[in-house]
């Protein structure tokens, strides 16, 4: 069930941006996640241009369809990660590097904010003590008063036409305000955004604290397992937002990308009493903040995995093999991933009435091996 696709590259053109004040581990994590390599030292400011690295997505399911389909290549899926400069206080205002921080954060499609959750004596904190919630909002405050900034501009734009009744107007003008009265109260624009609002107005705002967040601990070695009190005290600070919190070692996850085989990196996680990479954990979580999923193609010339947004239909999904997939679709020929494996190949799901026939409306779901039909 494969379109060959040789030299179309498989892309969303989506981002994550790795975020922090200096000197918490955002560059050691990059170079952990990431094809790339970002120089990784204990002074502020070490990052200065944004490394960008491609992120291998981890999935089980590719080597399993891979075992039965036995393919000449596998290829996996993957996303962009941004490591951005450190941040500290008077960013919003062009302090230290904030002019590019901003402008390097407002060109992701999401932000993974790694906190310092760790006491080491050996390496400098920025502002001289471990306070990861106060570390947070240093960066909130900053984003929060630029994103105010831009929010007063636009209303002074449209507040005219939207006071004599212009609907197109009235419409920005009635969200730029409920966004200004959430900034002046020391919220992000993400905390009042509803389903409902449009999208396309919003990413006509360009916001930096409308993007999706993850906060991303930084622990030490012995709470690596089970998060410290640190941890706590994040998870605490951010109930009321919509985000997700997960905790790393970055320094552990150094060690095992340095480690050749998967036998030592496996021996090494039993050892520490974990059952994954920290870094897998989080670039699952990244690839979910994101709204992705996976579907795949599994042919004899390669089992691939391709990356679409949730809710993407056949002819979008088609779309990211080739564009005139997307053109001329005409159906598409669909296995659920349980039912192959289960089944063991195509030809037994098509035999057993697994094999389903989907046309333009088509949801994709997670999972899916697909097989696109289309004119051109």
């Known amino acids: 069930m494969l379109v060959s696709a040789a030299g179309r590259l498989n892309t969303m053109g989506l981002k994550c941006g790795i975020v922090g004040l200096p000197n918490v581990g ?211 600070a951010v109930a009321g937002e919509n985000a997700e919190v997960i905790f790393v070692t970055a320094a552990i996850e150094a060690e095992i990308a340095s480690l050749e085989t998967p036998e030592e990196r496996e021996m090494f996680l039993t050892d520490m009493g974990l059952e994954e990479p920290g870094v897998n954990k989080l670039i699952h979580a990244a690839y979910h903040l994101l709204k992705l999923q996976t579907y795949f193609t599994a042919g004899v010339q390669e089992v691939r995995a391709w990356t679409i947004h949730q809710g993407d239909t056949g002819p979008k999904a088609a779309g990211v093999i080739h564009t005139d997939f997307e053109k001329g679709y005409i159906r598409a020929e669909v296995i659920g991933y349980d039912d192959y494996v289960t089944l063991g190949s195509e030809a037994a799901a098509r035999s057993a009435g697994k094999l389903r026939t989907e046309g333009k409306e088509y949801v994709v779901r997670d999972g899916d091996v697909m097989h696109f039909l289309f004119n051109v």
């Open 26 to 236: 955002k560059s050691t994590l990059f170079n952990c996640l990431s094809n790339a390599k970002a120089q990784a030292a204990n002074f502020p400011f070490c990052t200065i241009e944004p490394n960008v690295g491609t992120i291998t997505v981890p999935d089980t399911r590719l080597n399993k369809l891979a075992d039965l389909v036995k393919p000449q290549r596998i290829v996996p899926t993957t996303v962009e990660i941004v490591d951005i400069a450190g941040l500290v206080k008077g960013a919003s205002k062009g302090e230290g590097l904030g002019n590019q921080f901003l402008a390097n954060i407002r060109e992701c499609d999401a932000i993974l904010h790694v906190l310092r959750c760790f006491e080491d004596p050996n390496v400098v904190h920025v502002d001289g003590s471990v306070d990861p919630v106060r570390d947070k909002e240093v960066i909130d405050i900053e984003l929060q008063l630029k994103d105010l900034e831009t929010v007063e501009a636009r209303i002074k734009k449209v507040e005219k036409q939207a006071q004599i009744g212009e609907k197109e107007a009235k419409r920005r003008y009635d969200l730029l305000t409920r966004i200004r009265t959430a900034l002046l109260k020391g919220e992000s624009a993400r905390a009042v955004i509803t389903p409902s609002d449009d999208p396309a107005l919003l990413n006509e705002f360009q916001l930096l604290t409308s993007k999706p967040v993850m906060y991303v601990c930084n622990v030490d070695e012995a709470s690596a397992v089970k998060g410290n009190a640190f941890v706590e005290k994040v998870k605490a």
